[in-house]
Structure formats: structure tokens, C-alpha cells
């Protein structure tokens, strides 16, 4: 895959891409705790997006024999639901082919992205090259809210009756629907996939509505 150099970073070319023919892969983990350096992820969800379309799904739990009884009240998962679950080492690589050469979004982003780099780098994998963007800084200029935790989102804008809050493709799901709505607000002078990077991270943030009472009584959680 062709390569190119942007602020001392190298990516792969498709980032410059127009807009409707990029490709999307709206990713979501789980994992059996936060550290990547000690941790590891627990299930695997991934929907890949082109032209505003759902074109292909990822999917998978991953062996782990270390899932605390609070991460399984989180997630629903447990040690024994992975016992029969591919290595880590199989997922990394099939989601590595999954992924290719699409943009890698996330709803905070940093996190799944770190801490797929580092899983990919603990079985011995490539680095990932791919562009990332946030959909929370994409929302954040694009929907007006009073939060912008997924959950939250999705209550409010109602995007996916369906949804399992902490499972990974359900919570892909939510994010892509979310991101889908996201492009629908966007300027028109919007036209690759490097734009709307550059949009999600440069552009004015929208002014928060003030809470209503009952939401201030509840805090201001993100979730």
C-alpha cells in the first residue's frame, strides 16, 4: 500500500481519498482492564462504512483466562464464554485484514487505538499506519448535547434501538450510526478523508446547551 508523509508521520495514502469513495472502519474493544502493557483485549467489534453505508461487519471474543468479576458485571463476558474463543494473536491478524487501509474511528479514539497498537505489537504484528479520528471531537462540531458519551448519544438521538451498552460490535454499531449522522452536518467544503480529520480536531466546537435540572442532579457522567 502506498505511503505518504504529513507532519513528520507517515500514512497511508488513502487518507487523501475522496470522501464518498474512503473507507470507514468504526471499531469498538473490550478489554479485562485499562493498561494495554498489562492488560488485553476481551472482545472485538467493527463496522466498516463507505459512502454512508454499512459495507462489512468484524466480530470476536478473544481467549482470557483473567477476566475480573467486575469486568464481567461490565461487559457480560466471562472467562469461560472465551475458553473456546481464538488466541489473540489470530484476532489481531484477522481485524489487521479487516482493517486494511480504512481511517480508524473510535469514540475516545485514544484508547482503542493504543491499545489495539499495543496488542498488535505484543503477538508481533506491524504497527497500524491508518489515519484515526474521534467521533466524540466529530460530534462535539457537529450535534449539540449536553454529554457526549455514547450511551448518552444514543439515548438522546435514538440511534440504535438494539443496542448492548459494553458489548463491542453493538457499540460499533452505535458509534457508526453516530458517525453516519455526524457526515450528514457537515460543511460543504468537506471532500477527502483527510478534511474531516482535520474538521474533527480543528474546527469551532459547538456551545453545550446548559443542563437541564434533572440532569444536573444525576452529574455530568460521560456514558
Do not use: W
Amino acid at each position: 500500500l502506498e505511503l505518504v508523509e504529513k507532519d513528520g508521520k507517515y500514512y497511508y495514502a488513502t487518507v487523501f481519498t475522496d470522501l464518498e469513495k474512503a473507507d470507514f472502519c468504526i471499531v469498538d474493544i473490550e478489554t479485562n482492564g485499562s493498561k494495554p502493557e498489562k492488560h488485553q483485549i476481551i472482545e472485538i467489534g467493527a463496522v466498516k462504512i463507505r459512502n454512508k453505508t454499512i459495507v462489512d461487519t468484524f466480530e470476536s471474543l478473544v481467549q482470557c483466562d483473567n477476566i475480573s468479576e467486575h469486568i464481567t458485571a461490565i461487559t457480560g463476558i466471562c472467562e469461560d464464554e472465551t475458553l473456546h474463543a481464538p488466541p489473540l494473536k489470530t484476532v489481531m491478524k484477522e481485524f489487521s485484514l479487516f482493517l486494511d487501509c480504512a481511517v480508524f474511528v473510535a469514540h475516545d479514539v485514544k484508547f482503542d487505538y493504543s491499545f489495539i497498537s499495543a496488542m498488535m505489537q505484543r503477538v508481533g504484528l506491524p504497527p497500524m499506519l491508518n489515519r484515526s479520528l474521534c467521533t466524540i471531537d466529530m460530534a462535539e462540531r457537529t450535534i449539540a448535547s449536553y454529554r457526549y458519551g455514547l450511551a448518552y448519544l444514543n439515548e438522546q438521538l435514538g440511534l440504535y434501538e438494539e443496542a448492548t451498552h459494553h458489548r463491542a460490535l453493538s457499540d460499533a454499531i452505535t458509534t457508526a450510526k453516530l458517525f453516519k449522522r455526524s457526515l450528514n452536518c457537515l460543511p460543504h467544503e468537506i471532500k477527502s478523508a483527510e478534511d474531516l480529520v482535520r474538521f474533527s480536531k480543528e474546527a469551532k466546537r459547538l456551545k453545550r446547551p446548559k443542563l437541564p435540572i434533572e440532569d444536573k442532579k444525576k452529574g455530568n457522567r460521560q456514558e
